[in-house]
């Protein structure tokens, strides 16, 4: 990451200029991306307020139970434990229009495997208000039958909405499962985050059993060549990481300090 | 020296001399061609050796004790090659007579290599061949099919071998099971799993003997128990001589903490110079490179001395061991990989750096030096710090007196259980009834109720989830009455996560070699020679540029390529030191309870250095000396805060879980505590509030392990890798999938996070039972610390001191410091993240 970008890394502010002391419990959820104001909630989620829209990305239900039908016998409560999180949303936020930004279902099989009562909640969830299922890459034809309108992109408030990146211009996009590995004094911490440059903006994961991928990896990169903003989800808000913080994953599969 | 000549029967012989008085047994149990062959050696078989021989050849099953150099390997083979050497021909169609497993690859390989002398020269026509990780697959399956008379492997091989087709036909002729350096291997979750093969092999050859070679042990009966309901002890007589065992009082100030023994490295060089071939133990891997480093450094003879760590390198430790065995090291610094029965070479003093942590530990270590019975082992112990001085103490003194310490009996592990489980139905497979008996006749499972074995059963079929969600998706299938795998591939995948052991992840370390970068072109770095392993968390605390110890060398980090960390030999006065998981032993409850005694005791003081008793007397004469039975707690105030400092001795492990409890008692007591450390023998908590007007008997009432435990457990960074390991044993999480053997790394799951979603949606599910009783017994010591809060209940001597005591020093001193409400961590790391790019963005005042 380019040093000059330091000052680019700060949270955008909508209406105030600086104020003089730090509203630190809101200001840096607050983030402008193009023409328009949206909220990063610590739960994963986003708020366009403009539009009434909740924005929840990569659910990946019932991935434990595709695990499962291959022999490994993941617990089969990742689906209930993510509609908690997005009813509890829900409920918080009273959107018009929920958006689900693709990769909502884990494979083609997922709906079919679906318990009966985490059917009902997502019937429930899309039957009250406008819900759009993205089309993700794991789940090309979302299921019709749980309720809700497929999409393979939307426009809202001048923003599109879309599963894999774009051209980057005006755009939130899902798929990469961002996630900040940060150094503090005692530990590093290692948690999801939205990544954006004011441009565009990759939502984190919100599927209880995703895995996320380190915000420094190569695959980045081409999104982001002039830098990019970091927002870490803390458990009662978002964080504006500075990126002298992050540090990269040498995990299997995670990116590597290039020689 | 040729190592063939001189095992397995230890080192000039294991055999008595003739005229000792065992002629009459020798000619009732041994054939003639044993007796010849023995007399051509000038040698006599032993009365334990025989009796042990006796034993076999009547199908009893046996457990022998005897101390290193006994000739124990011979022992447990006698019986087996006396049967093979009566039989009359070929057998009709090959088949395995003799299992033998040790917990070591090498070991296997070296006493196929001894076994190879007296067969031979007695031609006695009996096929031996090892099996490890590393025999090619040609061969093993030219083994299943044509297997040898004798067969030297280890308790993964074995797990293996029952988790394969026709295993029940494959053993149905074993006759007889070897188990060597039991004592390592019992105590363990390998033990466990290898109980678990025992008991299968058991029902698969009825007629089979077991026989387990163990090293002196505290408790020779809870041993037999292990190997079988129906073994008998035999005791090889104590014919050694006493260790002669030395306290090295350095010239050099002993220092108040630290492990090091930087200070004594002068001193221990010397006594390398002085005598033939030396080993230096240590307790970790790191105080094993900085040693070595530090010895090296001492080093003006230009001496050889080597460096030897389960971290380095297979070819660099073998290249090390041979050197070991050819006479040419004159020292050699390691850790516990040397502990086991693998006799190298002509050792004739051993050193033990910073205190042993138990008295057999010490005596298995004094047993490399001198590798006979006759003659006195040389040792010294160099204490690293003044506790240790004590400690040391101690351990010379049981070492005097005989007197031996050990694990308490297990329970077998229900991770290790599932895995068995899945195993049996990857062969054969099994019926449940059939198989539950079976079980219990492993002494680590004798206790198991059929509650608890349904549970694991469901779980491996299923996952053992509560809405039964998976029943379509079984593993295990039902034909009839038996029980087996679903599929070819399930098998498969079941076979390929074999084993008890899950390692840290891994890196390997290699030099970087330089390719290319002529006229101002970047030079290209490509991964050169693998001086070993190293864990993947220490790495990720450095940064490519900086200098780390390891293999004995200073290296520069150059960066991190796959699997790969390279690295370039540089020099550099302060290289970080790798830390290692684990590999710290805690001291034994029988040494604390000895130098508990020794301070109470004043008539024991004078034995002790002049700056140790006198660290003791101005300790009676500022605060107190507790009686041993008695728990002394300090209060003081000191630099603003106030701390409580006591001093029960019962292991770093035991002190942090105390920690963490008083911790959060004090909390709610109102005494804002902000930290804690814990040393070998002392807790010291700190906090904002005066903590002297407490009622000491209260805070340490024993109901304390009632009261936030199970909670604070299931937060804490420990509890997850617990679960990781029960996660991956219990086959829940497949480390290794068919088609994807390449890199070995293949969890590609976060176990954390199956770790939070079981807890919140099924908090009695079998894998968190399995991972919380790992955590109690082995990371928390908890069932040490229920002992000493219940032995001192009523028992508290408490000082309000107005200043630090002298006892309160070393654990000052401690390092790794815990900060309380560890779940608040994450967040402030979190808010300081942000905080810096605020300060950087806006300049605040005042930075």
Not at chain 1, 53 to 58: G, I, Q, R
Not at chain 1, 133 to 162: A, K
Not at chain 2, 535 to 544: A, D, K, N, S, Y
Request: glycine share 10%; charged share 25%.
């Amino acid at each position: 990451m380019r040093r000059d970008n330091q000052f680019a890394a700060m949270p955008s502010f909508d209406h105030d200029p600086v104020p003089d002391s730090l509203p630190a419990a809101i200001a840096p959820t607050v983030l402008r991306v193009a023409d328009a104001v949206v909220m990063a909630l610590p739960e994963g989620g986003l708020w366009i307020e403009a539009a009434r829209t909740l924005v929840v990305s990569d659910l990946h239900f019932e991935k434990g139970s595709s695990y499962a039908a291959r022999g490994q016998m993941l617990p089969p409560y990742d689906t209930a434990a993510t509609l908690t999180v997005v009813e509890a949303l829900v409920r918080r936020w009273k959107p018009e229009r929920v958006v689900s930004l693709g990769d909502s279902f884990h494979d083609m099989g997922a709906a079919a495997r679906l318990s009966s009562p985490d059917a009902e909640r997502i019937r429930e969830l899309t039957s009250l208000r406008e819900w759009i299922w993205i089309e993700g890459n794991h789940d090309p034809v979302p299921p019709l039958h749980l309720g809700g309108v497929v999409r393979e992109t939307i426009s809202i408030s001048g923003l599109v909405l879309r599963h894999l990146p774009g051209d980057g211009d005006a755009e939130i996009c899902g798929h990469l499962h961002p996630c900040a590995k940060i150094a503090g004094r005692a530990r590093r911490v290692r948690t999801r985050a939205f990544v954006t440059n004011g441009r565009r903006l990759v939502m984190p994961s919100m599927g209880r059993f995703t895995g996320g991928l380190n915000v420094l990896s190569a695959a980045f990169q081409p999104l982001f060549p002039d830098g990019m903003r970091v927002h870490a989800m803390g458990r009662d808000r978002v964080y504006a990481i500075s990126p002298t913080r992050l540090v990269a994953d040498i995990s299997p599969g995670g990116p590597r300090w290039r020689l | 020296m040729c190592l063939a000549e001189v095992r397995p029967w230890g080192r000039a012989g294991g055999g008595l001399k003739k005229g000792m008085g065992a002629e009459i047994l020798q000619s009732n149990v041994l054939p003639q061609r044993f007796a010849d062959w023995f007399a051509s050696r000038g040698w006599m078989a032993r009365p334990h050796q025989l009796a042990l021989a006796a034993a076999g050849l009547r199908g009893e099953d046996s457990l022998l004790i005897a101390p290193t150099g006994g000739g124990k390997t011979l022992a447990g083979f006698l019986a087996s090659l006396i049967e093979l050497s009566r039989r009359s021909g070929p057998p009709a169609r090959p088949v395995l007579h003799t299992l033998y497993i040790s917990p070591l690859k090498a070991l296997a390989v070296d006493v196929a290599r001894n076994l190879d002398a007296p067969v031979t020269e007695m031609g006695l026509g009996v096929r031996i061949e090892t099996r490890t990780g590393d025999t090619p697959a040609a061969r093993r399956q030219r083994q299943r099919a044509n297997p040898p008379d004798i067969l030297l492997t280890t308790p993964e091989q074995l797990a293996l071998f029952i988790a394969s087709d026709h295993a029940q036909a494959f053993f149905s002729d074993l006759r007889c099971v070897v188990i060597d350096e039991i004592h390592a291997l019992a105590p363990g979750k390998r033990g466990d799993l290898l109980s678990l093969g025992l008991a299968t092999l058991r029902t698969f050859s009825p007629g089979c003997r077991f026989v387990g070679l163990s090293a002196t042990v505290e408790d020779p009966a809870a041993l037999a128990r292990w190997l079988g309901p129906e073994a008998h002890v035999l005791q090889a007589p104590d014919m050694g001589v006493s260790p002669q065992v030395d306290i090295l009082v350095s010239r050099e100030r002993i220092p108040w903490a630290g492990h090091s023994g930087r200070f004594a490295v002068p001193e221990v060089y010397e006594a390398i110079a002085r005598s033939r071939m030396t080993l230096v133990f240590v307790n970790t891997r790191s105080q094993a490179e900085l040693l070595f480093q530090e010895l090296w450094s001492a080093n003006a003879d230009g001496l050889a001395i080597a460096l030897h760590h389960g971290s380095l390198a297979v070819e660099q430790r073998r290249r090390v061991e041979a050197a070991m065995a050819g006479g040419a090291l004159k020292g050699v610094v390691c850790t516990s990989t040397l502990d086991l029965g693998i006799d190298w070479g002509d050792v004739d003093l051993v050193i033990q750096m910073g205190a042993p942590k138990g008295a057999s530990r010490l005596l298995q270590r004094i047993g490399r030096a001198n590798h006979r019975m006759d003659e006195a082992s040389r040792a010294i112990l160099v204490p690293t710090n003044r506790f240790e001085v004590l400690e040391c103490r101690a351990a010379e003194a049981a070492v005097e007196a005989g007197e031996l310490d050990g694990p308490a009996e297990r329970t077998g592990a229900l991770d290790i259980l599932a895995q068995h489980v899945m195993g049996r139905a990857c062969g054969d497979g099994f019926a449940l009834t059939a198989l539950f008996d079976e079980i219990c006749s492993a002494g680590p499972y004798r206790g198991l109720d059929w509650e608890t074995f349904e549970r694991v059963v469901d779980f491996v079929a299923t996952g053992g989830y509560a809405l039964r969600t998976y029943d379509r998706f079984h593993r295990i299938v039902r034909r009839g009455d038996v029980w087996t795998a679903r599929n070819a591939q399930l098998a498969q995948q079941h076979r390929m996560n074999i084993g008890a052991i899950v390692e840290a992840e891994m890196l390997s370390v290699r030099l970087a070699s330089f390719v290319g970068g002529r006229g101002g072109e970047r030079k290209a770095v490509r991964a050169g020679a693998r001086l070993g392993d190293i864990e993947e968390g220490f790495i990720e605390t450095l940064v490519p540029g900086d200098t780390f110890l390891f293999a004995g060398r200073v290296l520069r980090l150059i960066g991190i390529e796959e699997q790969n960390a390279l690295v370039v030999p540089t020099s550099d006065p302060e290289p970080a030191i790798p830390t290692y998981a684990g590999g710290k032993f805690p001291l034994s409850t029988f040494l604390a309870e000895r130098v508990r005694q020794m301070i109470h005791d004043p008539a024991q003081w004078p034995a002790l250095p002049a700056p140790v008793r006198e660290w003791i007397e101005i300790q009676r004469e500022k605060s107190a000396i507790p009686p041993p039975d008695h728990l002394l707690v300090e209060t003081f105030p000191r630099a603003g805060r106030f701390y409580l400092v006591c001093y029960p001795f019962e292991g770093r492990l035991a002190h942090q879980t105390l920690g963490m409890l008083l911790t959060r008692r004090l909390e709610r007591l109102g005494a804002r505590p902000l930290g804690f450390v814990a040393s070998e023998y002392a807790l010291a908590i700190w906090s904002l509030e005066d903590m002297a007007g407490l009622d000491m008997g209260r805070l340490m009432a024993p109901d304390i392990l009632g009261d936030d435990l199970e909670e604070w457990l299931d937060e804490s960074f420990m509890m997850k890798r617990t679960f990781r390991a029960c996660a991956l044993i219990s086959g829940m999480i497949a480390r290794r999938q068919p088609g994807a053997e390449k890199t070995g790394r293949q969890v590609t799951f976060s176990t954390d996070l199956i770790f939070d979603v079981l807890r919140s949606h099924q908090p009695d599910h079998v894998l968190l039972q399995a991972a919380r009783a790992d955590a109690a017994e082995g990371l928390l010591d908890i069932r040490r610390l229920a002992d000493m809060l219940s032995r001192v209940s009523g028992r508290i001597d408490h000082q309000a001191l107005t200043r630090i005591s002298p006892f309160a020093v070393p654990v000052m001193l401690e390092i790794g410091r815990e900060r309380v409400a560890g779940a608040e961590v994450g967040e402030a790391v979190l808010a300081d993240a942000e905080e810096d790019l605020v300060r950087d963005a806006f300049g605040r005042p005042g930075d």
